[in-house]
T-cell receptor, first 113, second 115 residues
Framework: LAKTTQPISMDSYEGQEVNITCSHN???????ITWYQQFPSQGPRFIIQ???TKVTNEVASLFIPADRKSSTLSLPRVSLSDTAVYYC??????????????FGQGTTLQVKP | GAGVSQSPSNKVTEKGKDVELRCDPI?????LYWYRQSLGQGLEFLIY????????KSGLPSDRFSAERTGGSVSTLTIQRTQQEDSAVYLC?????????????FGPGTRLTVT
């Protein structure tokens, strides 16, 4: 099973770009990499998902190197409202619908004015 | 549109009692997931349903935990003989894509406290 490791916390200032890296050395061939954002007392909210190379959407980019043993979530120009916990999720339940999805322990991002 | 709903939002129970947690996924979503988040801890995957089927129950913490899904919609997570270590927020998510692919839409969770 892929074990995921993230930094426990990060600080940033408004307007800066923030990069959060997740390590998943034992990632399996079919595993997807997904990032979620969670505010206190709420369920996680999807940010972005990728399999390899780079993926970009309206809120973030996800960089995945060729060996896929890590991934980096990039948040451009953060604001105070981006203060939250960010989780990477690695896994694939496959055509047999078995297996597990492994969350990292979460990175608490604190954005300062 | 309506998102994922869970009930109850809070549940306080005495040690040894059974509890049932309910999840109403987004209409049409065939994939349904249960997770547990203990105080100050990360998210722990419990079980996945594709339709009504959950072939892999190995993520459930013990044999006191069971889950079912009927009609490809509502799911219930049952914990028998609750223990204090079962105290956590139980989250449900649903998706239109199977097997961990795509976006999972999470409900607000059920906060379970075992006294």
């Amino acid at each position: 099973l892929a074990k995921t490791t993230q930094p426990i916390s990060m600080d940033s200032y408004e307007g800066q770009e923030v990069n959060i890296t997740c390590s998943h050395n034992n990632i399996a061939t079919n595993d997807y990499i997904t990032w979620y954002q969670q505010f206190p007392s709420q369920g996680p909210r999807f940010i972005i998902q990728g399999y390899k190379t780079k993926v970009t959407n309206e809120v973030a980019s996800l960089f995945i190197p060729a060996d896929r043993k890590s991934s980096t979530l990039s948040l451009p120009r953060v604001s105070l409202s981006d203060t939250a916990v960010y989780y990477c999720l690695v896994g694939d339940l496959g055509s047999s619908n078995t297996g597990k999805l492994i969350f990292g322990q979460g990175t608490t991002l604190q954005v300062k004015p | 549109g309506a998102g994922v709903s869970q009930s109850p939002s809070n549940k306080v129970t005495e040690k040894g009692k059974d509890v049932e947690l309910r999840c109403d996924p987004i209409s049409g979503h065939t994939a349904l997931y249960w997770y547990r988040q203990s105080l100050g801890q990360g998210l722990e995957f419990l079980i996945y349903f594709q339709g009504n089927s959950a072939p892999d129950k190995s993520g459930l913490p013990s044999d006191r935990f069971s889950a079912e899904r009927t009609g490809g919609s509502v799911s219930t997570l049952t914990i028998q003989r609750t223990q204090q270590e079962d105290s956590a927020v139980y989250l449900c998510a649903s998706s239109s894509l199977p097997a961990g692919q795509g976006e999972q839409y999470f409900g607000p969770g059920t906060r379970l406290t075992v006294t």
